[in-house]
């Protein structure tokens, strides 16, 4: 499974969020190694805290 494109998909779609208190937060994926911090930084135009 491509992660990056899935969770990029979900997150243009305005699914997944940058709300880290929200169980749809971008950045778990960081935190469960299925994107990078560099990908997350893509995706969300963010860096990852």
């Known amino acids: 499974m491509n992660w990056f494109k899935t969770v990029k998909?979900?997150?243009d779609m305005?699914?997944?969020t940058?709300?880290?208190t929200?169980?749809?937060y971008v950045g778990k994926f960081v935190?469960?190694?299925k994107i990078t911090?560099?990908?997350y930084?893509?995706?969300t135009?963010?860096?990852f805290k």
Do not use: P, V
Request: net charge negative; aromatic share 12%.
């Open 14 to 16: 305005g699914i997944y």
């Open 31 to 33: 935190s469960t190694g």
């Open 37 to 39: 911090a560099e990908q």
């Open 41 to 43: 930084k893509e995706i």
């Open 18 to 20: 940058t709300d880290e």
């Open 45 to 47: 135009s963010e860096d």
């Open 22 to 24: 929200s169980s749809l």
């Open 9 to 11: 998909r979900y997150f």
